[in-house]
């Protein structure tokens, strides 16, 4: 299983039934595709959509109906769409369960930094913002590490998205947690050893006296 | 309301105007509208819409054109050339969080002094903004935002100006009906009043001050 | 002609097409029936609707569609309907070009007290600051005087509306306005004489060298 | 969702509760919660809605029942009962101006931190709140509203959740079905999953909690 499939189907594993879901885009799109379709879950997209479905069979997409970066989606039966003052709403009201959003860092308060690396991408943060503020839980899934540096790390020095710590980190090597506001290792991946994880890691984990490894 | 030709609406537009534009990459966004500015080098454009879509699409056109000298925006980052003019200052651009976007467009609007929001505490977007505390927690005080025109596309228009939408092309289309002095419309079909029921109208037709005829 | 004919014959000519309007009640929903049909007037009712049509034919009535009273209306072609927040967005984002309502008492400042007597009677403002304080145009249409009290006084002893004045006054007796802040007679009702209009009038009225009669 | 009986429903709210109730006097009203309210005797109800309605009709119901305690409303001047309960010290009343009432709902259900209000400054409303200055203009500084129960009466529910409403029956409901920790409808007609369009929704499915089947 190559890195993001598994990070996307631990992160599928947070889901619940009834749960509106607001998911980023890169690997946090993956998340859709490991689902159990007994899992009722409510997918959002912010431009302005619940109930988004698969990339519609070729000619039966329409231009009217697309996800946040503007390509073709479907939408299920019961979908419902709404101006972008009713999407952020949803998303700053609380009303998302969960969000899952990629990461440049990760800090060991739990602050994401994920919009801007100043001086060379400065994209904007689109929604970014909002959801890390306002949704009920925050899933980072991400790369542990990029070009060898870890993105675990003890001070972001990027730009903060939000000063609300996300809840969980899902990354190739690890699933993190900020239990009672300590930033703990809490699964490895399959194969993967407690040593291997803290190795590549820059904050200091807290390690508990049995870590888990993920079940997917 | 009888309605007008593309050249009409955009000749209103003096340059050095504040416009917003309705849509999200590109959905939902008056394209016509947009290819009769570029035609009429309408320029020195103070733009506010959701992003910068993609050059060749939606107001992508606007900084092929370079007719944008102040972009309000939640995010540029799928433009290169709009990406390219920010770095080289040739547009000053302010990035906002998109939620705060909508909300300081829809007080604007709505007659409201601005929006208290926890977005952006503890960030960059905080800098310069008032900070207002209400039952021991911190809220930033973003400003409304208001503009000379409007542009909006609806997918009915009636000859009376109501107006509703399609799908995702809703997107930031009502609250900017709302937040402009002059409001131009262009729909993909405009019906008979009466068409549109009630209940599905979403902008109320004397929110509406130019239809645009399609040809 | 009554005294309500007349203030809401005198109010209607104040209205220009293509007008949102906001009728109070009293006095002020009596303006709709001297609106001319060539006048393409916008009615509001702030319980949700625009294009607000004449009380229903018997057995051609809706529960679901009342005015701000809870008595069934009727809705014209292209009329539309929507929640509270956009109602009241419309009231005070100044999308309501003339809101005309009634009042207890109008002053020297322009100040409109219309919505209690303290210890006497306390309904609540309902629509009321929101329109007085959002309206483009605020007219008053009421009564000049009630048990031989003047209701345009030199400082509102009730409790103020809005800290914005009103625009127009339209009485039984006059036509009051505040060009450059100055409580001004406009226009006298057929038959009244300026005299006759200071007599009842507690305010200072400014008057012009001429004032010209209603043309009703 | 599978649908609940309206004892079942109305049997989680305690008594002493925040409610806010849908409706405009008596018009979108869920009438059949309030009749459960009033046999189930839930009293020192803390109700938040725009009216007081009529007695006999609507949460007119529940003044003739003296179940409330603390009501925040616009208006109550049609319903002699709870004039008489405010009166006589029975009921707290906090009159709002409606405008201000709907939208400080609308902030509890977005995440806002407040309304900033030019309604009110230089009344009687303005007493005891902040004033803040934006722009060399003031503002009024009216709170977020929440409750623990919101219930709210749609024309079409589908069982997802999914709600529209009719005419002028939709007034508060949309908002109210935000801003409560726990959402309880009942409707004119529950419809399967889909007979309602996609863009003829206004309260999307998520937002509600229990759908009151119709007997």
Chains 1, 3 share one sequence.
Not at chain 2, 175 to 181: E, F, S, T
Not at chain 2, 186 to 201: F, L, M, R, S, Y
């Amino acid at each position: 299983m190559d890195a993001q499939t598994l990070i996307a189907r631990r992160v599928a594993l947070e889901l619940r039934s009834g749960d509106l879901v607001n998911l980023g885009i890169g690997i946090p799109t993956l998340v859709a595709n490991y689902v159990p379709p007994e899992l009722k879950v409510f997918f959002q997209s912010e431009n302005g959509l619940i109930g988004t479905g698969p990339i519609p069979e070729q000619g039966m997409a329409h231009p009217l109906l697309t996800d946040a970066g503007g390509r073709p989606i479907s939408a299920l039966p019961g979908a419902c769409t709404f101006d972008s003052a009713m999407s952020f709403g949803l998303i700053r009201g609380g009303h998302v369960n969960v969000t899952v959003l990629g990461g440049l860092q990760v800090d060991a308060e739990g602050h994401l930094a994920n919009w801007m690396i100043p001086g060379k991408m400065v994209p904007g943060m689109g929604g970014a913002m909002d959801l890390v503020t306002g949704a009920k839980r925050v899933i980072v899934a991400m790369q542990h590490a990029a070009k060898g540096k870890s993105k675990i790390v003890q001070k972001c020095a990027l730009p903060l998205t939000s000063s609300r710590p996300v809840d969980l980190v899902v990354t190739d090597l690890a699933v993190i947690g900020f239990p009672g506001g300590e930033i703990t290792l809490l699964e490895t991946a399959p194969g993967v050893s407690v040593a291997e994880v803290m190795a590549v890691t820059e904050a200091d984990l807290s390690i508990p006296d049995k870590v888990p490894e993920m079940q997917i | 309301m009888k309605p007008v030709s593309a050249e009409e609406a955009i000749a209103m537009i003096p340059n050095g105007a504040t416009i917003m534009v309705g849509g999200f990459m590109g959905v939902g966004t008056p394209e016509r509208l947009l290819d009769e500015l570029v035609r009429q080098k309408k320029c020195e454009l103070t733009l506010i819409c959701n992003d910068a879509a993609v050059p060749g699409r939606g107001v992508g056109k606007l900084f092929d054109a370079a007719l944008v000298s102040t972009l309000t925006a939640s995010h540029i980052g799928l433009n290169p050339k709009a990406q390219e003019q920010m770095m080289a200052k040739r547009i000053a651009v302010d990035l906002v969080p998109q939620g705060t976007l909508v909300e300081r467009i829809r007080a604007g609007g709505c007659g409201l002094g601005g929006v208290l929001t926890p977005t952006g505490t503890g960030t960059i977007v905080e800098e310069g903004k008032q900070q207002i505390r209400v039952d021991g927690k911190t809220f930033l005080l973003e400003t409304a935002l208001r503009s000379d025109f409007a542009l909006i596309h609806a997918f009915l228009a009636d000859y009376l100006g109501n107006l509703s939408y399609a799908l995702t092309a809703r997107n930031f289309n009502p609250v900017m009906a709302m937040a402009a002095d002059t409001v131009i419309v262009t729909a993909e079909h405009i019906v008979p009043v009466g068409v549109i029921a009630p209940d599905h109208v979403v902008t109320p037709a004397p929110l509406v001050d130019h239809i645009v005829a399609n040809r």
